[in-house]
Every structure is written in structure tokens, then in C-alpha cells.
């Protein structure tokens, strides 16, 4: 084995030179160390890989650790590196020290650790909080609110039909087909449109009602985040009429709070209980135009409220004309836990119910806007079968 995989392998296993036989000087040396306070098994550790040094209770001791794996790692690997930190050596505590907040390396999770902390944190650290959930807003937003806007508008055009198309381009050729099969002539093999269908352009008028109804529990934190930089996009498009609502045990209407994503987010309360029946039945209430309307409920369905009263309002909403969505996470995280048992009832109402990805939300936005089956839009974009 070469020397420098040997080196990496030391690096990746951690413990003393015994193991690998290569011991580690220089920069490796301070890169296995910060590995092995999260890690442990570093020069200094114990034997079995058993945690030694930790991180202690020192905000400014913290602080220097989260320079230090800036300086050695992506800001991929720091970012996972950081979310272990709060989970594996409760430093949930630390992130509320305004020294700390500057070192760290901004990211979904950690916003989400921040913003259930909103309640306990010192004004101190607020500021400093303020500014580091902005920047990832300004990140995400830059990422997704073009895609975003192009996917919606381009849905809106083709689901406003007209039988005066502009040009060329307009022509929904699949309609105009069927809407002239009685021109069909079989001697030439054709059919002679009498009647054009096509997509109406730049309509100004409301063209649709979005509600997003977004589980505020602790598990949804990255879902959250999301749904708040998704729903300033929406809510700056006016062919779309979109509210926002957060709920746990209680509710909250964060649709003034649209135009700044920031201020939203910090009116959110990551935790606690859920009552997704209530939160539905609210939601019902800023539905005025049904057959144009698309709910977006993003919850892992686990309910604490009344099971039948939520799957009876879901029914009613779909037999309005209303399509139903249900997202079981808006996050980059993967499969996410979620309750089996509601998810396959509301796939009996006919009401889809998948995990989707940040990148893929703006095209399901266009599949709903046109009103395709978004059950089968997922199966073919996500590759995954909704429940």
C-alpha cells in the first residue's frame, strides 16, 4: 500500500499509528485532531474510538473548532461535520453565542436548529442569527426562484387555452387533433383543423389559488426553510394567488409575511405537537375559487388531531375541484419517516403522497398547474411510486 493511502486510511480510522502504521504530523496532525473531538479515535483518543476530547463547553473553544474544519474540508463535508456537532455533543446550547454563529458554516440544517431555538435566544445572538438565515435564503433563492418562475409560467400559458393561438407556437396540437378528428380525410391521410386550440399568453388576472399548509414539528425543519423561500417566489408571480400557513398544535397565517422570507421564518416554532385536521380545516376557509386551486399540504402525517375529520375535509376539498398534494418532505433528505397508515388512506382518496426534492418542486408545481396526475408525474421524475 502506498504511502499516501495509507495516510488516508489513517485518517478515515482515527486511533494511533499502531493500527496503520503511519503516524501523522503537520496539518494532518490538527486535521485528525478536530476529526477525532467529534469523532474521537484521534492521536490523543482512547482505545476502541471511544470519544476523548469533545469539544468542552467553551463557545470561543467551539468557535475555533468550526475555523479549523473551514480551513480543512469542503463546505459540503463541513456542513454534515457541523450537523453531527449538535446532534452527537449537544452544542445546541453554544449556537446561541453570537461567536459562534459567525464561525459556522451556513446551511438548511442549521437554520433549522436556529429557528427552534427562536424562542430561547438572546437578543445578543439574535442579530448575528438574523444574518445567517438571510444569507441562506439569499442562496436558495437565487437557486430557485428562475427555475421556479419559468416552470410556473410556462404551466399558466398552456393551461390558458384559447381558439385564437398567435402563432405557431401556441397550437396545442394534441386538441386541435382531437377537437377536428370529424375532418378527418382518409384519402389523403389527414385531418383539416376547421377549429384551432392553443395556449393563451400573458394573462394578468389570477389564474390560480396556492395554499401551502406546512408541519411545523421538529422533524420538518429543512421542509420549513423550503416552503418559505418557495413561497416567496409564488407569491411574487400575480397570475398566482398564495397564502402561507404554518401549524403545529396551534396556527399561523404567514402569508403578510411573504414578500420577506427571513421574517417568516423567524415566525415559525419548530416543535411540538400537530394537529393537521385544524390546520386543513383553516386552510378550507382561504379557498375561494376550488376548481383553480392547489393545496400543498407538507406534513410526515403523523396526526395528533382527529384521523377521520382530517381524511373527511381532504375528500371534500378534492370533490370541490381542489388538487390535493401531499408532500411527506420538501428537503434534500431522502427517504423520510412518515405515517404509513394516512399516507395510504389518502392514496385511496385519490391524493398523492411522495417526498420531493427542492430541485424537482417547480415542476410539480407546472404538472398540478396544468392538472396532470401528479401521482404519475413522480413515478417518471422522481422514480419513485407515491404512496
Given at each position: 500500500m502506498t504511502d499516501e493511502r495509507l495516510r488516508r486510511w489513517r485518517l478515515v480510522l482515527g486511533g494511533d499509528a499502531d493500527g496503520t502504521g503511519c503516524a501523522l504530523g503537520g496539518a494532518d496532525a490538527q486535521m485528525d485532531g478536530a476529526l477525532a473531538a467529534l469523532y474521537g479515535g484521534g492521536e490523543g483518543g482512547r482505545e476502541g474510538g471511544e470519544r476523548s476530547a469533545g469539544l468542552g463547553g467553551s463557545a470561543p473553544r467551539v468557535a475555533r473548532w468550526l475555523g479549523d474544519i473551514r480551513s480543512y474540508f469542503p463546505s459540503t463535508v463541513v456542513q454534515v461535520m457541523q450537523k453531527d456537532a449538535v446532534e452527537r455533543l449537544n452544542l445546541t446550547r453554544l449556537l446561541l453565542e453570537p461567536e459562534m454563529l459567525e464561525a459556522v458554516e451556513p446551511d438548511v440544517h442549521l437554520v433549522g436548529t436556529l429557528l427552534s431555538l427562536n424562542r430561547v435566544m438572546?437578543?445578543?445572538?439574535?442579530?448575528?442569527?438574523?444574518?445567517?438565515?438571510?444569507?441562506v435564503v439569499a442562496d436558495l433563492e437565487r437557486r430557485l426562484n428562475q427555475k421556479t418562475k419559468a416552470a410556473v409560467t410556462g404551466a399558466l400559458d398552456r393551461a390558458a387555452k384559447t381558439n385564437r393561438p398567435r402563432r405557431v407556437a401556441d397550437i396545442d396540437w394534441n386538441r386541435t387533433i382531437r377537437a377536428n378528428l370529424h375532418n378527418y380525410l382518409p384519402e389523403r391521410g389527414t385531418v383539416v383543423p376547421s377549429r384551432l386550440v392553443g395556449y393563451g399568453r400573458r394573462q394578468r388576472a389570477v389564474q390560480r389559488e396556492v395554499v401551502l399548509c406546512i408541519d411545523q414539528s421538529g422533524s420538518m425543519a429543512a421542509s420549513v426553510v423550503y416552503s418559505s423561500v418557495f413561497g416567496a417566489v409564488l407569491a411574487s408571480m400575480r397570475s398566482l394567488k398564495t397564502s402561507l400557513v404554518v401549524f403545529d398544535t396551534s396556527i399561523v397565517d404567514l402569508t403578510e409575511q411573504l414578500h420577506d422570507p427571513v421574517e417568516l421564518l423567524f415566525g415559525t416554532q419548530l416543535g411540538g405537537g400537530t394537529d393537521i385536521n385544524r390546520a386543513i380545516a383553516y386552510c378550507q376557509g382561504l379557498i375561494t375559487r376550488p376548481t383553480d386551486s392547489i393545496f400543498v399540504l407538507?406534513?410526515?402525517?403523523?396526526?395528533?388531531?382527529?384521523?377521520?375529520?382530517?381524511?373527511r375535509r381532504v375528500a371534500q376539498m378534492t370533490a370541490a375541484g381542489v388538487q390535493v398534494i401531499v408532500l411527506l418532505a420538501l428537503s434534500d433528505e431522502g427517504a423520510p419517516f412518515?405515517?404509513?397508515?394516512?399516507?395510504?388512506?389518502?392514496?385511496?382518496l385519490g391524493?398523492?403522497?411522495f417526498a420531493c426534492t427542492p430541485d424537482a418542486f417547480p415542476g410539480l408545481m407546472a404538472a398540478a398547474i396544468e392538472r396532470r396526475d401528479v401521482g404519475v408525474w413522480a413515478e417518471r421524475e422522481l422514480g419513485i411510486a407515491a404512496t
Open positions: 438572546p437578543e445578543k445572538a439574535r442579530e448575528s442569527a438574523r444574518a445567517l438565515v438571510a444569507k407538507i406534513s410526515d402525517l403523523y396526526e395528533g388531531g382527529v384521523r377521520q375529520e382530517m381524511l412518515y405515517d404509513h397508515e394516512n399516507a395510504a388512506a389518502l392514496a385511496a391524493v398523492p403522497a
